[in-house]
């Protein structure tokens, strides 16, 4: 099943993250799958905590952008846009180095709510970080 339009380029998403936090951050749209939006996040001095691991408010952020962005994709937009409502991080591995990567898949698709699952993997595919998102879907 196609869910995500087939007119959109990993190009068009990511000039969307020109001069805001996900520039910032570093992160960039890796992947346009058939159900599933990829993203990646260095982590470098600009996602790490203090005690040189990578920040969970930093997971959480790339968990947001690719959960709404995929969200956004996949209403008529023209008519609607996708914000968050809720997310939620559960934490099970640190990262030091190289980049994550974030997959969203929808677990739920609604009229007025979506729910994503998102999972953060480091370089060697282990789980960094689930993440849950729920966003609303709002008119123009």
């Given at each position: 099943m196609m869910l995500f339009p087939t007119d959109i380029s990993l190009d068009m998403l990511n000039v969307t993250s020109r001069s805001n936090l996900i520039a910032h951050l570093g992160i960039e749209y890796i992947d346009l799958g058939s159900d599933a939006l990829y993203a990646r996040m260095p982590v470098d001095?600009?996602?790490?905590?203090?005690?040189?691991?990578?920040h969970g408010g930093a997971s959480v952020v790339l968990a947001e952008t690719v959960g709404t962005?995929?969200?956004?994709?996949?209403?008529?937009?023209?008519k609607y846009y996708c914000?968050?409502?809720?997310?939620?991080?559960?934490?099970?591995?640190?990262?030091?180095?190289?980049?994550?990567y974030a997959e969203a898949i929808p677990?739920?698709?609604?009229?007025?709510?979506?729910?994503?699952?998102?999972?953060?993997?480091?370089?060697?595919?282990?789980?960094?970080?689930?993440?849950?998102l729920t966003v609303a879907v709002l008119e123009k």
């Open positions: 001095q600009r996602t790490k905590q203090p005690m040189g691991i990578l962005m995929a969200a956004n994709l996949v209403v008529d937009r023209n914000v968050g409502l809720e997310v939620n991080a559960n934490h099970v591995r640190k990262a030091t180095e190289g980049y994550v677990l739920h698709i609604g009229r007025s709510t979506h729910v994503w699952q998102i999972h953060i993997t480091d370089e060697q595919k282990q789980l960094v970080c689930t993440s849950r």
